[in-house]
């Protein structure tokens, strides 16, 4: 009853890899991401697997906190991108710290219904009476992004006082993941959400609206990926880790609305991320 | 035949199936300390948790019995065009997903839905509210009682009931009298399994009703969203599930044997 939804691949460990991983030439990376990544890791693999024929690609899409609590509960996972630090150090040791590196960046949003019957046309009317929000729970990524944000805001000029406990007073639903909020927002039950840029952006022919976050108050959600220590297949988990850090992958990323977080200039494509691996609780 | 003999085959081919279902339940008594129980159901949010699935499935049930009960007659007794139709409409939440019933729900009854947008005009919204958590749990689990009670009504002699009518009893009085009590037992069963799916709906419920602690995050939410934040609670709150689960099924159990017997 835990997971009625996306039950994990969980095998035991030491368990021999499934059939199809053992045809010659043929092995199957099994990626578990963050839900914003949906798209853009879709890609990504579309094109690896382009260039190195014989690797195919088996996804876990689902908040960060549910897949770092599957995969500390031994679920079989040769890659893990995670949408906060927070969540890859709640991996721990399954992942291999030495891996860890932030790949991608992300910016919040708001989106909100399309008209008619728009309540949100700017950020303070969040916080207006008879508005129903709807955030990530607070273990999710984007649940805390989105916390941090509305505190940004309340301390900010221009921002009513008492805004921050006007906002959660109008909160209706803390949702599972960043894409169940999208989803009340686009089916209107909820009058604002709290998403990524990406994800609103994956929603087409105008499905929502959005209320743009000026940069002063958004946060900057810093995305870090990482080798699981136990991976079948480590060498092409590293290789796949490589291509998302390339030129070319930090492009395929770009596409779906993500800020990079390798420069164009840096050659080696690697962005160390320790100062996130260290434990500071 | 010797019934000494068949013991020993029947109980080791039941033993595989019995253990699966045991050793879960015990995995998860074993990992949830009794400490942990007594201190996650004083926690404010547990105690939040349990008091809404109380309410809403106790609700659910009481629906179900003064609604489902003409239904389940009406199944059992009358024949009427599309009769099978509906025989099987009844049956189809039982057997969708969950997630399909809450989706269901959301586009009928949500803002933009089917029914929804007149009854927001009447300023009733229901998604987000302790409403939408019993009509969840409703669409999934009563048809669990129609559906038990309809077989028991049609276990009933006929017989019996033209009896009562030859002596002199109303069709009203003869249901009371005759058809009812002799399908308690189906009732009491019928409720018991309703009362058990609705105290276990997840699916339908997140989607449909969403979760807010306090308004519409019942238990099976409450444990869902604790594993992602703290395995701990959420091991705890599931053995309480656990274990008030099979408390009030026992015990409803045995006193209702007892009832029926005495009756």
Same mark, same amino acid.
């Given at each position: 009853?835990?997971?009625?939804?996306?039950?994990?691949?969980?095998?035991?460990?030491?368990?021999?890899?499934?059939?199809?991983?053992?045809?010659?030439?043929?092995?199957?990376?099994?990626?578990?991401?963050?839900?914003?990544?949906?798209?853009?890791?879709?890609?990504?693999?579309?094109?690896?697997?382009?260039?190195?024929?014989?690797?195919?690609?088996?996804?876990?899409?689902?908040?960060?906190?549910?897949?770092?609590?599957?995969?500390?509960?031994?679920?079989?996972?040769?890659?893990?991108?995670?949408?906060?630090?927070?969540?890859?150090?709640?991996?721990?040791?399954?992942?291999?710290?030495?891996?860890?590196?932030?790949?991608?960046?992300?910016?919040?949003?708001?989106?909100?219904?399309?008209?008619?019957?728009?309540?949100?046309?700017?950020?303070?009317?969040?916080?207006?009476?008879?508005?129903?929000?709807?955030?990530?729970?607070?273990?999710?990524?984007?649940?805390?992004?989105?916390?941090?944000?509305?505190?940004?805001?309340?301390?900010?000029?221009?921002?009513?006082?008492?805004?921050?406990?006007?906002?959660?007073?109008?909160?209706?639903?803390?949702?599972?993941?960043?894409?169940?909020?999208?989803?009340?927002?686009?089916?209107?039950?909820?009058?604002?959400?709290?998403?990524?840029?990406?994800?609103?952006?994956?929603?087409?022919?105008?499905?929502?609206?959005?209320?743009?976050?000026?940069?002063?108050?958004?946060?900057?959600?810093?995305?870090?990926?990482?080798?699981?220590?136990?991976?079948?297949?480590?060498?092409?988990?590293?290789?796949?880790?490589?291509?998302?850090?390339?030129?070319?992958?930090?492009?395929?990323?770009?596409?779906?609305?993500?800020?990079?977080?390798?420069?164009?200039?840096?050659?080696?494509?690697?962005?160390?991320?320790?100062?996130?691996?260290?434990?500071?609780? | 035949?010797?019934?000494?003999?068949?013991?020993?085959?029947?109980?080791?081919?039941?033993?595989?199936?019995?253990?699966?279902?045991?050793?879960?339940?015990?995995?998860?008594?074993?990992?949830?300390?009794?400490?942990?129980?007594?201190?996650?159901?004083?926690?404010?949010?547990?105690?939040?948790?349990?008091?809404?699935?109380?309410?809403?499935?106790?609700?659910?049930?009481?629906?179900?019995?003064?609604?489902?009960?003409?239904?389940?007659?009406?199944?059992?007794?009358?024949?009427?065009?599309?009769?099978?139709?509906?025989?099987?409409?009844?049956?189809?939440?039982?057997?969708?997903?969950?997630?399909?019933?809450?989706?269901?729900?959301?586009?009928?009854?949500?803002?933009?839905?089917?029914?929804?947008?007149?009854?927001?005009?009447?300023?009733?919204?229901?998604?987000?509210?302790?409403?939408?958590?019993?009509?969840?749990?409703?669409?999934?689990?009563?048809?669990?009682?129609?559906?038990?009670?309809?077989? =028991?009504?049609?276990? $009933?002699?006929?017989?019996?009931? !033209? %009896? #009562?009518?030859?002596?002199? /009893?109303? +069709? @009203?009085?003869?249901?009371?009298?005759?058809?009812?009590?002799?399908?308690?037992?189906?009732?009491?069963?019928?409720?018991?399994?309703?009362?058990?799916?609705?105290?276990?709906?997840?699916?339908?419920?997140?989607?449909?009703?969403?979760?807010?602690?306090?308004?519409?995050?019942?238990?099976?939410?409450?444990?869902?969203?604790?594993?992602?934040?703290?395995?701990?609670?959420?091991?705890?709150?599931? =053995?309480?599930?656990? $274990?008030?689960?099979?408390?009030? !099924? %026992? #015990?409803?159990?045995?006193? /209702?044997? +007892? @009832?029926?017997?005495?009756?």
């Amino acid at each position: 009853m835990l997971l009625i939804t996306g039950a994990p691949p969980v095998a035991p460990a030491g368990a021999p890899p499934p059939p199809e991983t053992r045809q010659r030439g043929g092995i199957t990376l099994t990626v578990f991401a963050a839900a914003s990544l949906n798209e853009a890791f879709r890609g990504a693999a579309a094109e690896f697997s382009a260039a190195n024929p014989g690797t195919s690609f088996s996804f876990n899409f689902a908040g960060s906190q549910q897949l770092a609590q599957q995969i500390v509960l031994g679920a079989r996972a040769d890659v893990f991108a995670s949408a906060d630090m927070r969540q890859m150090r709640a991996a721990g040791s399954m992942i291999d710290s030495a891996s860890i590196r932030v790949f991608v960046r992300n910016r919040l949003v708001v989106v909100v219904p399309p008209s008619p019957g728009r309540k949100v046309r700017h950020l303070t009317d969040l916080a207006a009476a008879g508005v129903k929000i709807v955030l990530a729970a607070d273990a999710v990524p984007a649940g805390e992004y989105a916390l941090r944000f509305i505190g940004e805001c309340a301390a900010s000029p221009g921002f009513p006082a008492g805004f921050r406990s006007a906002v959660m007073r109008n909160v209706v639903s803390y949702e599972e993941n960043v894409r169940a909020v999208l989803a009340k927002v686009v089916l209107a039950e909820a009058d604002a959400g709290i998403v990524y840029v990406t994800d609103a952006a994956s929603v087409k022919n105008h499905g929502v609206d959005t209320v743009d976050i000026p940069g002063r108050l958004n946060v900057l959600a810093e995305y870090p990926v990482g080798r699981a220590r136990e991976s079948a297949h480590p060498a092409e988990a590293e290789q796949f880790i490589r291509f998302l850090l390339s030129r070319r992958g930090q492009e395929i990323l770009e596409q779906s609305g993500f800020t990079r977080a390798v420069e164009p200039a840096d050659g080696s494509g690697v962005t160390p991320a320790a100062r996130g691996i260290t434990p500071h609780e | 035949m010797n019934d000494a003999r068949l013991r020993l085959p029947l109980a080791l081919a039941a033993l595989p199936l019995v253990c699966f279902l045991v050793f879960p339940v015990a995995g998860l008594l074993l990992r949830a300390s009794g400490e942990d129980i007594l201190a996650t159901f004083l926690g404010a949010q547990a105690a939040q948790a349990v008091t809404l699935s109380v309410t809403t499935t106790l609700l659910t049930v009481f629906i179900a019995v003064v609604c489902g009960t003409p239904a389940a007659y009406v199944i059992a007794r009358k024949k009427f065009p599309g009769k099978s139709v509906l025989d099987a409409l009844v049956d189809l939440p039982v057997v969708l997903p969950p997630s399909v019933a809450g989706i269901a729900l959301l586009v009928t009854f949500g803002r933009r839905g089917m029914l929804g947008g007149m009854l927001a005009s009447l300023g009733i919204e229901l998604p987000f509210t302790v409403a939408a958590v019993v009509m969840a749990q409703v669409f999934v689990a009563a048809p669990l009682y129609i559906r038990t009670l309809a077989v =028991a009504f049609a276990a $009933v002699d006929r017989d019996l009931e !033209l %009896a #009562a009518a030859i002596d002199g /009893a109303s +069709r @009203w009085q003869s249901f009371l009298r005759v058809t009812l009590p002799l399908s308690l037992r189906g009732a009491v069963g019928g409720a018991i399994m309703t009362w058990a799916r609705a105290l276990g709906e997840f699916g339908a419920t997140i989607i449909f009703a969403g979760n807010f602690p306090g308004r519409t995050q019942t238990m099976p939410l409450a444990i869902y969203m604790g594993f992602e934040l703290d395995l701990h609670v959420a091991l705890t709150l599931a =053995a309480v599930l656990l $274990v008030t689960s099979f408390g009030v !099924l %026992a #015990a409803v159990k045995s006193l /209702a044997g +007892r @009832w029926i017997q005495s009756a």
